[in-house]
Nanobody, 122 residues
């Protein structure tokens, strides 16, 4: 059974930086894509950044140029480097991975991390 464990959240001042990490553990046949999402009581969960199996990143407009997503296929991990943080970035951040179900089929399952709080003070 696969689990995703997040780390790196915390409290920072506006203009500061944080790096979030997500590690997949268990029996891993292959990770297709990774994504980072964020959610607040006022806004539904929304995609912040994603990276494809080939390493191509995509970003939401409000974080483009400030955040960088990366992956380590050997370690089965993904990271989100967040720079120039703004109070509007305050949210619970969740990592997501689409992972191959077994070694022979084309079926994939979606897994979510437990969430980590990022708070940016003004």
């Amino acid at each position: 059974q696969v689990q995703l464990v997040e780390s790196g959240g915390g409290l920072v001042q506006a203009g500061g930086s944080l790096r979030l990490s997500c590690a997949a553990s268990g029996i891993i046949f292959g990770i297709n894509s990774w994504g980072w999402y964020r959610q607040t009581p006022e806004k539904s969960r929304a995609l912040v950044a994603a990276i494809s199996s080939g390493g191509t990143p995509n970003y939401a407009g409000h974080v483009k140029g400030r955040f960088t997503i990366s992956r380590d296929n050997t370690a089965n991990t993904a990271s989100l480097q967040m720079n120039s943080l703004e109070p509007e970035d305050t949210a619970v951040y969740y990592c997501h991975a689409r992972i191959r179900r077994d070694g022979v089929s084309d079926n994939y399952d979606d897994y979510w991390g437990q969430g980590t709080q990022v708070t940016v003070s003004s």
